[in-house]
């Protein structure tokens, strides 16, 4: 299936992937296989994460009223059935699925992952499911709530070292992150855990490797370790693009900490290569 069929049906269905928003640089080669990482609950964001270009909340919506330029909009009822139909259509044998934050919502859209997680495990009876979550900001229960869906795959990224995270990740903190991928573990110890990382924001060597040792240490199975591209003028700036041969060596180090899977290169992202974990 090309892209443009893809696109069709994403349209059809009325759906947002990240790939689109996120203007990740390997769409054409995704969507060529066929996959795509959904993003559900809007595309409009409650966060500033520096990085991102998807949409953020607007200071004017903030307080207004829904429908508003700039405002998310409420969760769809029928939005899980049309990402499972979706991934029906298009062929999709590894359905990733993604959100923006939502702190406006009252269980943070978690409700939302796990009736997504259900609709394609009944409809798209053949896929398996990888999610990747935003924090929950930490929550017990609304985590609980999305891995008793029982996903594959659970991802939540890490982002950068914890040195940057003030100006990386301005309303995340570094260890509600890890401890989020602690507790998937604790509830489902078979349920895979991943994480990833971007490099090239002005973080050493040593720390992106302190990250790892961390990650393990919460029984992270997967990694991922990709070079930041800004993707607009309004997102930071690249500090520096690392050599491959940095990437090999990431590779190399992670294979020895015990991670079941690193995917180390410049285009690497979160959820390249998914479906061959």
């Given at each position: 299936?090309d892209?443009?069929n893809?696109k069709?049906?994403?349209?059809?269905y009325?759906?947002?992937?990240v790939?689109?928003s996120a203007?990740?640089?390997?769409?054409t080669?995704c969507?060529s296989?066929?996959?795509?990482?959904?993003m559900?609950l809007?595309?409009?964001?409650?966060r500033?994460?520096g990085?991102?270009?998807?949409?953020?909340?607007?200071?004017?919506?903030k307080?207004?009223?829904?429908?508003?330029?700039?405002?998310?909009?409420p969760?769809?009822?029928?939005?899980?059935?049309?990402v499972?139909?979706?991934s029906?259509?298009?062929?999709i044998?590894h359905?990733?699925?993604t959100?923006?934050?939502?702190?406006?919502?009252?269980d943070?859209g978690?409700?939302?992952?796990a009736n997504?997680?259900?609709a394609?495990?009944?409809i798209n009876k053949?896929?398996?499911v990888?999610?990747?979550?935003?924090d929950?900001s930490?929550?017990f229960?609304?985590?609980?709530?999305?891995?008793?869906s029982?996903p594959?795959?659970y991802n939540h990224n890490?982002?950068?070292?914890p040195?940057?995270?003030k100006?990386?990740?301005?309303?995340?903190?570094y260890?509600?992150?890890?401890n989020?991928l602690?507790?998937?573990?604790e509830?489902?110890?078979d349920i895979?855990t991943k994480?990833?990382i971007?490099v090239?924001l002005?973080e050493?060597?040593?720390?992106?490797?302190?990250?790892?040792k961390d990650?393990r240490?919460?029984?992270c199975?997967v990694l991922?370790?990709?070079?930041?591209?800004?993707?607009?003028?309004?997102?930071l700036?690249v500090?520096?693009?690392?050599?491959p041969e940095?990437?090999?060596?990431?590779?190399?180090?992670?294979e020895?900490?015990?991670?079941?899977?690193?995917e180390?290169?410049?285009?690497?992202r979160?959820s390249?290569?998914?479906?061959m974990?």
């Open positions: 299936m892209i443009h893809v069709i049906i994403l349209r059809e009325g759906l947002n992937t790939c689109e203007k990740c640089p390997n769409i080669e969507f296989k066929p996959t795509a990482t959904f559900i809007g595309s409009v964001c409650t500033g994460c990085f991102c270009s998807v949409e953020k909340i607007t200071p004017f919506a307080g207004g009223s829904v429908g508003i330029k700039g405002y998310p909009v969760p769809s009822d029928d939005e899980p059935l049309r499972a139909e979706a029906l259509k298009m062929g044998r359905v990733v699925i959100s923006v934050s939502r702190d406006d919502l009252p943070k978690a409700g939302q992952f997504t997680i259900n394609v495990k009944i053949k896929a398996t990888e999610v990747l979550t935003p929950f930490g929550s229960e609304l985590i609980k709530k999305v891995v008793e029982m594959e795959i890490i982002e950068t070292v040195r940057l995270y100006k990386v990740r301005p309303q995340a903190d260890n509600r992150s890890l989020l602690r507790m998937v573990k509830f489902y110890p895979i994480s990833g971007m090239g002005g050493e060597k040593d720390e992106v490797i302190g990250v790892m990650l240490v919460m029984g199975d991922t370790i990709g070079q930041y591209l800004m993707p607009t003028k309004k997102n700036p500090v520096k693009y690392i050599e940095i990437f090999d060596y990431y590779k190399k180090e992670g020895k900490m015990g991670f079941k899977s690193v180390s290169g410049p285009f690497v979160s390249y290569n998914a479906r974990i």
